[in-house]
């Protein structure tokens, strides 16, 4: 499975961007990222059938997870600095509506594409 990532860019405070990942419903999908100098982190997952979607606390009403049958999507709006992070793409293969936060769980990885908001 070859992921790859993009949609990144620099955005100012309270913009918007979105970020698109090949992908397959043969797997479950997830969004993480990883900041400076930090471990990288859950961001959100969507199941194989799409229904169901689960997100970290941070971003929650601010960034929405999708896909159709050939890409993942994650729109981000109100960009925070705290969100300039490497983000990656992952793909796993669970259960038809299985959502996942473990990064254990995903045993395939894009390359990351980099959100860097100025404040």
């Known amino acids: 499975v070859q992921l790859q990532a993009s949609g990144g860019g620099l955005v100012q405070a309270g913009g918007s961007l979105r970020l698109s990942c090949a992908a397959s419903?043969?797997?479950?999908m997830g969004w993480f990222r990883q900041a400076p100098g930090k471990e990288r982190e859950f961001v959100a997952t969507?199941?194989?059938?799409?229904?169901r979607m689960y997100y970290a606390d941070s971003v929650k009403g601010r960034f929405t997870i999708s896909r159709d049958r050939a890409t993942m999507y994650l729109q981000m709006i109100s960009l925070k600095s705290e969100d300039t992070a490497i983000y990656y793409c992952?793909?796993?293969?669970?259960?038809?509506?299985?959502?996942?936060?473990?990064?254990?769980?995903?045993?395939?990885w894009g390359q990351g594409t980099l959100v860097t908001v100025s404040s």
């Open positions: 992952a793909a796993g293969f669970l259960r038809w509506d299985e959502v996942q936060t473990s990064q254990d769980r995903y045993p395939y």
């Open positions: 419903n043969d797997y479950a």
């Open positions: 969507i199941s194989r059938s799409g229904r």
